[in-house]
């Protein structure tokens, strides 16, 4: 069901999407965009590699300090999202990228130049800046470039590419930080961003269809308000949240666990990392290929907490390295899924003009999950016992899995 908020408008039509053949990748627009977004998100991983690698190992922060590194870009992101998603509504999904691109690029900055945990913390601001617009525009813009039917498979064809920079990303950042020392690591990464900024450009600048515009407070809410009124997006409210509070948890964590549990150093980290992305490699690519999963998103994201449950109790239930790699890519399969299967359905469920808006405010409520959770690390400081949390995390997180086979058969019968 979709909520069509559409009001008559005096603002000129926007132009019909490209639609593409029988395969998606016949659309050469979509081509372009999914080039960018893998470039982009190979120096995305890379970067946050980099940085919570260079403050655990060279800065040597406690686990407070990671977790505010974290949380300053989280709450950074939960501020902007929301209103990022309505201005992506009233302009250019495209151009809106674009801007957002030239930020993550400045955020490279402060780390190449800056000297301790303090320059990380800015460096984190502005990423977090960047990704804050960047998050709704593309949720926009992709079902401008595609039909619905394909929007499970363009989501899927997407986070395939991004995950390829999850493996390729972190193990390189650790290989080059090793061989070549940081302040490369963080040229390279500056390099890519800039790529994926050029890549954006050949996109023709598709926009929603206007809709009559009222005032900043009232479309910011109407965008909560559609997410909480569709039954599917409420589903997806808790599953998100949840999914979220969780994973965070274990990447504010997973740095501490590596170094003083499995006893290994930055480049064994993105060795994990890297096993997290060819999970969620081949998770995303199972979707990229699937033609008949349109319609059950909530219950098969119920699936995707599971089996993230799963590897994250693999993960951590041993002090095995071997056995840590296969959870942690395990967890990658489910974690793509999510992200995917989310996508996908915020774009089926929610008006074309809304999308922004609706995925703004997914955004903000996933990292205020995540707010909760570092700074819950934060104030827990030295009390915080790594494994322990780490295994009970994994537990609830499958067990949360649970509510999208319920929430499905609610929707079914409703």
Not at 57 to 63: D, K, L, P, W
Not at 270 to 279: D, E, K, M, P, T
Not at 280 to 309: M, P, Q
Request: proline share 5%.
């Amino acid at each position: 069901m979709t909520y069509n908020t559409q009001q008559p408008s005096h603002e000129p039509t926007a132009s019909p999407p490209i639609l593409p053949g029988r395969r998606l990748l016949g659309n050469r627009p979509f081509r372009w965009f999914l080039a960018s977004y893998g470039i982009s998100f190979l120096g995305f991983w890379a970067f946050f590699l980099a940085i919570l690698g260079q403050a655990t190992y060279r800065y040597h922060a406690n686990a407070s300090q990671l977790a505010l590194l974290l949380a300053i870009w989280s709450v950074v992101f939960l501020l902007l999202v929301t209103p990022a998603g309505m201005f992506t509504d009233r302009w250019s999904p495209k151009w809106f990228l674009v801007l957002a691109q030239a930020v993550a690029v400045i955020s490279v900055v402060p780390a190449i130049f800056g000297r301790g945990v303090w320059a990380l913390y800015v460096a984190s601001v502005v990423d977090a800046v960047g990704a804050a617009a960047s998050i709704p525009a593309r949720g926009s813009l992709t079902p401008l470039l595609v039909p619905e039917e394909m929007l499970v498979q363009a989501n899927g064809a997407l986070n395939t590419v991004s995950m390829f920079g999850v493996v390729v990303g972190p193990g390189l950042a650790g290989l080059v930080a090793r061989h070549g020392g940081q302040t490369l690591v963080y040229w390279c990464i500056l390099g890519l961003i800039a790529a994926g900024l050029f890549l954006m450009l050949p996109l023709p600048d598709r926009r929603p269809v206007p809709a009559a515009r009222t005032s900043f407070l009232p479309e910011i809410a109407e965008g909560f308000r559609i997410s909480w009124r569709e039954p599917e997006l409420r589903s997806l409210l808790f599953l998100a949240c949840s999914i979220w509070f969780l994973l965070t948890l274990f990447l504010a964590l997973e740095p501490l666990f590596v170094k003083n549990g499995l006893h290994r150093g930055v480049d064994g980290l993105g060795l994990l990392w890297s096993a997290n992305g060819v999970g969620a490699f081949l998770g995303a690519l199972a979707l990229a290929r699937s033609k008949e999963w349109g319609g059950r998103e909530v219950l098969l994201i119920g699936v995707s907490l599971i089996i993230s449950g799963l590897g994250f109790l693999a993960f951590a239930g041993t002090l095995i390295y071997a056995v840590a790699i296969i959870g942690s890519a395990i967890l990658g399969v489910g974690f793509a899924w999510f992200l995917s299967l989310s996508q996908a359905l915020i774009q089926r469920v929610a008006a074309e003009n809304m999308r922004g808006r609706v995925t703004g405010v997914f955004g903000a409520l996933q990292e205020a999950s995540a707010v909760a959770c570092t700074l819950g690390i934060a104030v827990l400081g030295g009390l915080v016992m790594v494994r322990p949390y780490l295994i009970g995390s994994a537990v609830v997180l499958a067990a949360a899995g649970f509510y999208g086979f319920r929430a499905d058969r609610r929707i079914r019968d409703g």
